[in-house]
T-cell receptor, first 116, second 109 residues
Framework: NAGVTQTPKFRVLKTGQSMTLLCAQD?????MYWYRQDPGMGLRLIHY???????AKGEVPDGYNVSRLKKQNFLLGLESAAPSQTSVYFC???????????????FGPGTRLTVL | KNEVEQSPQNLTAQEGEFITINCSYS?????LHWLQQHPGGGIVSLFM???GKKKHGRLIATINIQEKHSSLHITASHPRDSAVYIC???????????FGTGTRLTIIP
């Protein structure tokens, strides 16, 4: 049981390049989230998904796109990277809400992205 | 939007001291989470509570719904407790969390 995994762990991009970050979870969670973490700021939600085939915008969605084609995977894309997207990106997933339980989030290890 | 504030931002203490980290929020919530982020960057959930108090080992979390305030206590602190502690809240009917900026705790041997 790997929990939540993210690939890659590190990446350096040049301005204008594109890339995709992959998040995978093996806990059969319905909800998945992408956050970015910047110095001096709390985790900020980029996009999230409440189920396979659904996505929604979070607090800071501009410059990012996401897809949830399979329940276990949540992809975050940067079409044209900018230096302002230099950050640490965390993926998280949480329980099936139909259980009636509060949604504890399980986090991946993070991806450190630098855009030059 | 719920505003989440943590205090202090940084805390340095000697091993063995009793530690208190505070979290306040502006709008009524369905639940509050405490998370720990280790120096290596990994984030783990410590507690999730909507009322009262929870205890796990040397860690205790309390919440006062009327005052919109929560505290995380660490008894007999140890250098391995050094980490960033993050408070997050969930509003009613919302599947998203709003995070505080964290409290950086350093325990000196």
């Amino acid at each position: 049981n790997a929990g939540v995994t993210q690939t890659p762990k590190f990446r350096v991009l040049k301005t204008g390049q594109s890339m995709t970050l992959l998040c995978a979870q093996d806990m059969n969670h319905e909800y998945m989230y992408w956050y970015r973490q910047d110095p001096g700021m709390g985790l900020r939600l980029i996009h999230y998904s409440v189920g396979e085939g659904t996505t929604a915008k979070g607090e800071v969605p501009d410059g990012y796109n996401v897809s949830r084609l399979k329940k276990q995977n949540f992809l975050l894309g940067l079409e044209s990277a900018a230096p302002s997207q230099t950050s640490v990106y965390f993926c998280a997933s949480s329980y099936d809400p139909t259980s009636g339980l509060e949604l504890v989030q399980f986090f991946g290890p993070g991806t450190r992205l630098t855009v030059l | 939007k719920n505003e989440v504030e943590q205090s202090p931002q940084n805390l340095t203490a000697q091993e063995g001291e009793f530690i208190t980290i505070n979290c306040s929020y502006s709008v009524g919530i369905s639940a509050l989470h405490w998370l720990q982020q280790h120096p290596g960057g990994g984030i783990v959930s410590l507690f999730m509570l909507s009322s009262g108090k929870k205890k796990h080992g040397r860690l205790i979390a309390t919440i006062n719904i009327q005052e919109k305030h929560s505290s995380l206590h660490i008894t007999a602190s140890h250098p391995r407790d050094s980490a960033v502690y993050i408070c997050a809240v969930r509003n009613f009917g919302n599947e998203k969390l709003t995070f505080g900026t964290g409290t950086r705790l350093t325990i000196i041997p």
